[in-house]
């Protein structure tokens, strides 16, 4: 959906400048900067630098940006394991904010900023959204949560740096975005997906149709969401949807975005170096196969990051994005490696999920998986949203929504899935990321 703005070089924002350095020019800026970080986590972090002593290697081991390869990978539980403070590299009276991220088990993980590191942290996020078609003279409000949690923070700053007027509506008070959305003329939101879906259910029940508002694009992550999901999010709205990434061990959000191609999300790679792996091995792939993505943090002093395994699966695309940006992109991540569910031996992904559902007319983007055993067998139900309309309509109708959605998803998971079409409303909406599997099962 490319409109009036920037649909060439010629008219891009002057934040996204980076975003073009000639390939070669490139490297060699990330050569650099990757010989800088190994240096200063060799000096400050522990279990870095033991690391690298059980490869036999130091930071004169780094010859080459292919040299990579060689590095130690880092991984979440290096964070809970070294809990709070252990993996900072940069003195605590250097560090001027601390962002904290839950985890599903035990402590949260800690990750630290520097003045600087703030500062690069805001370019990225202003890159992304000038990459959005934003600028100096948008409205926009960030409905991502302010707290510990990188979401507001990140936003907000990289929306101000921008020079855009911002409104920060934080998580929560659906009725009240709404009115702000409103009341302030409000062209730009930034919050997860699945919120802003709700936003637009509720603004629907207060009569008030977001396609008659100002508003003209959101920028959706911290959570997957799948191409329906867009179709969905654009149509209901006529709000331009954006997928941004980014998770907070390496800065929070930020660590790319899609530009108004939709083509993939571009990674700011003189800022953040990515790989992708396989999962099982840990071998490097080449672009365009798929597998885990390993990021490199290329300009952070208080927590440098290196070959961090994000358990995100994609691919970097091979190839020129159209809007001539030199720097690389990701496929969108439609999955963790560890959101895998195994039901009776077979690999279901929540996305798979997703996709199925909405493909089937009649269903709302509302949807829960919920996995129980039974007499020792493993059984997928998902409960999903009917509209109003359907809801009221004979049971027939019902019965053959049913099927259309068992039959969906047996095609695409193979397995026999247990249907259930509920109200409207009925289940509960998320805020931030969506929980959209509960797993009853004990062992
Ligand atoms: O979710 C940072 C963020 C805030 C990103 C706002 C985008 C927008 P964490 O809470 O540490 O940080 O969670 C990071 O969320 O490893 C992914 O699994 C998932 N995630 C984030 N963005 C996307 C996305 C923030 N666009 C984890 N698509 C990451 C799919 C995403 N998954």
Not at 233 to 247: K, Q
Not at 366 to 383: A, M, N, P
């Amino acid at each position: 959906m490319i409109t009036e703005l920037e649909t060439s070089v010629d008219n891009c924002h002057p934040v996204s400048a980076p975003d073009y350095t000639p390939v070669a020019e490139l490297r060699a800026l990330q050569f650099y900067r990757l010989l800088t970080v190994v240096e200063r986590s060799w000096n400050h972090v522990k279990l870095f630098r033991e690391r690298m002593e059980e490869r036999g290697l130091t930071p004169a081991s780094i010859r080459s940006l292919d040299d990579i390869v060689r590095l130690p990978f880092s991984q979440k539980s290096d964070l809970r394991d070294t809990y709070p403070f252990g993996l900072f590299a940069s003195p605590m009276k250097d560090v001027v904010r601390l962002h904290a991220s839950s985890g599903t088990t035990g402590k949260p993980i800690v990750v630290a900023y520097t003045q600087e590191d703030v500062d690069v942290w805001t370019s990225s996020v202003a890159r992304c959204l000038a990459g959005c078609g934003l600028h100096r003279g948008d409205i926009i409000q960030v409905g991502y949560g302010y707290g510990l949690f990188t979401g507001g923070l990140g936003a907000h700053y990289g929306a101000e740096s921008l020079g855009a007027a911002v409104v920060p509506a934080s998580v929560g008070h659906a009725e009240r975005q709404i009115m702000l959305l409103k009341d302030f003329g409000v062209t730009a939101i930034c919050c997860t997906p699945s919120y802003f879906i709700h936003l637009i259910e509720r603004a629907g029940e207060m009569g008030i149709d977001m396609k008659q508002l100002p508003i003209r694009a959101g920028v959706f992550g911290a959570e997957p969401w799948t191409e329906s999901m867009r179709q969905v999010i654009e149509s209901t709205s006529g709000v331009e949807a954006f997928d941004i990434y980014g998770l907070s061990e390496i800065i929070g959000p930020g660590v790319g975005c899609e530009c108004r191609r939709h083509q993939g999300l571009h990674i700011y790679e003189d800022l953040f170096y990515p790989e992708v792996i396989d999962p099982e091995t840990g071998e490097p792939l080449p672009d365009g196969e798929t597998g885990e993505l390993v990021l490199t943090t290329l300009a952070k002093q208080a927590m440098p990051m290196i070959r961090y395994r994000t358990r995100d699966i994609t691919a970097i695309l091979p190839g020129r994005c159209d809007c001539g940006r030199t720097i690389r992109r990701i496929d969108r991540i439609g999955r963790r490696s560890d959101d895998m569910l195994i039901i009776r031996g077979v690999n279901v992904f929540p996305s798979q999920i997703e996709t199925a559902l909405l493909q089937v007319e009649g269903t709302l983007p509302h949807y829960q998986i919920f996995l129980t055993r039974e007499h020792g067998l493993d059984q997928l139900e998902v409960k999903v949203e009917v509209t109003s309309e359907m809801f009221e309509d004979k049971i027939g109708a019902l019965q053959e929504l049913n099927q259309r959605l068992q039959g969906a998803l047996d095609r695409v998971l193979g397995i026999r899935v247990r249907v259930t079409l509920v109200e409207a409303h009925s289940i509960e909406r998320s805020e931030g990321k969506a929980k959209r599997v509960i797993d009853r099962r004990t062992s």
